[in-house]
């Protein structure tokens, strides 16, 4: 099946710092997503892109719809210790009536302090 | 606006009872819902798409019997896990597409409940 590559897995860095994390697959995708996901909480909604090079911003969140339809990225800048959690990837592969969302793996944030 | 809770967030049950797991889309209304269960440091694992008024469509691998799934009005769905085991402990999310919000298919997540059968 479809699957979503979303590196890196985990991050360390210091506050302040800006991050950046991408998601890759070998098959194309409508609508790509990025969530965050707290510790024993449900994934909210950041970022949703509908079109291929769309980028859109979210406070000091920015992501990428890929020129391919293949990749995304969301890249956050200034980090503060409240973006510590996980960020999944996911995509929507099919068209309008497709729901089902593919995740990715996710990529795990630590800010050190 | 596009609020989706879950009731309850915790539950502890013995090994072989049924526990039942609401998911409510709280100032929308959901024609679609979505059942995740996710493991410890893992991904997101969808288990079935509610429909309401029509029966649940499972992925492959999930028992329809084990995990029975009601979407009885279009702001309520729920998850029963059935003569529930140890190894059904998991975190489960539900999720609800507002048709009204997007004509994009965004999915707005519950908070998730924490399963853990003793």
Redo the contacts between chains.
């Keep these: 099946g479809q699957q979503l590559n979303q590196s890196p897995q985990s991050m360390f860095i210091q506050e302040g710092e800006d991050v950046s994390m991408n998601c890759t697959s070998s098959s194309i995708f409508n609508t790509w997503l990025w969530y965050k996901q707290d510790p024993g909480e449900g994934p909210v909604l950041l970022i949703a892109l509908y079109k291929a090079g769309e980028l859109t911003s979210n406070g000091r969140l920015t992501a990428q719809f890929g020129i391919t339809r293949k990749d995304s990225f969301l890249n956050i800048s200034a980090s503060i210790p409240s973006d510590v959690g996980i960020y999944f990837c996911a995509g929507l592969p099919g068209g309008y009536r497709d729901d089902k969302i593919i995740f990715g793996k996710g990529t795990r944030l630590h800010i050190l302090p | 606006g596009a609020v989706?809770s879950?009731h309850p967030s915790r539950v502890i049950c013995k090994s072989g009872t049924s526990v039942k797991i609401e998911c409510r889309s709280l100032d929308f209304q959901a024609t679609?819902m979505?059942w995740y269960r996710q493991f410890p440091k893992?991904?997101?694992m969808?288990m079935a798409?509610s429909n309401e008024g029509s029966k649940a469509t499972y992925e492959q691998g999930v028992e329809k019997d084990k995990f029975l799934i009601n979407h009885a009005s279009l702001t309520l769905s729920t998850l029963t896990v059935t003569s529930a085991h140890p190894e059904d402990s998991s975190?489960y999310?539900c999720?609800a597409?507002d048709p009204s919000r997007?004509?994009?298919?965004?999915?707005?997540?519950?908070?998730?409940t924490?399963l853990t059968v003793l």
């Design positions: 989706v879950q679609t979505f893992k991904s997101l969808l798409t975190f999310i999720s597409r997007s004509a994009y298919n965004e999915q707005f997540f519950g908070p998730g924490r």
